[in-house]
């Protein structure tokens, strides 16, 4: 047997409310939309990981998600030009990533982050 893929699920009441922030701003495809399911992703190969945290790293609260992105400060710009709540960062961390945690609509909390 061999795990294929991995995928988060979010509740909420209103799965439209997720659109402008995974799909208008970090460009995320609409890979499935059943009306009460809407699953974004990419056709890209993306690797399959998941983490268990007691903290979220620099003293940081655990964020429900990690979204891993090639230009970490575009990301940044494009969400604080959207409005949305940047609650951490950006910030270079000693284990070799620069990220910024932002709040989705969803009061999710997202840690965005790229490699250095």
Do not use: C
Request: charged share 25%; glycine share 10%.
């Amino acid at each position: 047997m061999k795990v294929r893929r991995i995928v988060a699920n979010i509740e909420t009441p209103d799965v439209a409310a997720a659109n402008r922030f995974y799909h208008d701003v970090l460009g995320l495809d609409i890979l499935m939309d059943q009306g009460w399911i809407v699953t974004y992703g990419s056709e890209d190969m993306m690797e399959l990981q998941v983490s268990f945290m007691t903290q979220g790293g620099s003293g940081t609260p655990v964020p429900d998600l990690s979204i891993e992105v090639d230009d970490v400060d575009a990301a940044f710009e494009a969400m604080k030009g959207a409005g949305f709540a940047v609650e951490y960062g950006p910030a270079d961390e000693p284990w070799g990533v620069r990220r910024f945690y932002v709040r989705d609509p969803l009061g999710r909390l997202v840690n965005i982050l790229s490699h250095r």
